[in-house]
């Protein structure tokens, strides 16, 4: 039975802060050490500072769910298809964006209800923006130091068939472009944390953000929550829906953010490259 926690999202929204504070201060004093974790990914003392805050503060404020952490995932499906309802979080967002000092990252707090992010909370630390929304009340940008701001992906006409697409610094192009149909104009907007790429199309800054590549389920979770009470959707590359917790594996797919859901995705999007 579905339960409505979204006066939860305060006490998030802070906790989601203080983990995003913490990594600041480490990134700003160039205090940390880096790892490679098994699956050659990076991680650093920073990501893990800001898991144990997020681990020790989730349970204290919901002591009944459980919470899956990226820094902490080796828990095998037979358990995880237990919970109903879990936390699914990202402690630091945008690693490598974090070693090469590009600023773009962020912590990502999500609350998935029978297989569904139903809460989502985005923390940029740099700009101290957060992006928040929970089902059925609609998906919400703090700016700096702002009051609540409504956000929607509808927030402009396509015009001359120009579709701006947001895209990880560290992709190659070419694997981009060549999934798009060049029936259409495209506009590359670079930047790093993926969280942070689908709230540019969230809030309409961007048509769609395309990501090739391995993520987690929980780079997709909170900002699935966002992006949809916006009015948009994320899709694996075939425009089938994400799943949450009911493969062993925790690795999505390929997948698109989109905006405005009546542009002809079908038409636009050729194909979607195979893992």
Known sequence: MKQDLSHLLPEVIEIARSAGQLILDIYQNRDYEEFTKVDDTPVTSADLAAHKLIMQALPALTPDIPVLSEEDADISLAEREKWSRYWLVDPLDGTQEFIARSGDFATI?????????????????????????????GAWKIPDMGESIRISTHTHELEHQNIAI?????????????CMSQKWNYEL??????????????????DCYLRLGPTGEWDTAATQCI?????????????????YNLRETLENPNFIVIGDRGLPWQDI????ESE
Do not use: H
Request: net charge neutral; glycine share 10%.
């Open 109 to 137: 707090i999500a609350l998935v209800e029978n297989n569904k992010p139903v809460m989502g909370v985005v923390y940029a630390p740099i700009s101290g923006v957060v992006y928040y929304a929970y089902e059925g009340k």
């Open 166 to 178: 947001a895209i990880s610094r560290r992709q190659d192009i070419n694997r981009i472009t060549d």
């Open 189 to 206: 907007i670079p930047l790093g944390s993926a969280a942070l790429k689908a709230c540019l199309v969230a809030e309409g800054s961007a």
């Open 227 to 243: 992006v949809e009470q916006a009015g948009g959707t994320i899709l694996d590359t075939q425009l089938n829906p994400l799943s």
């Open 269 to 272: 999007l050729l194909k979607g």
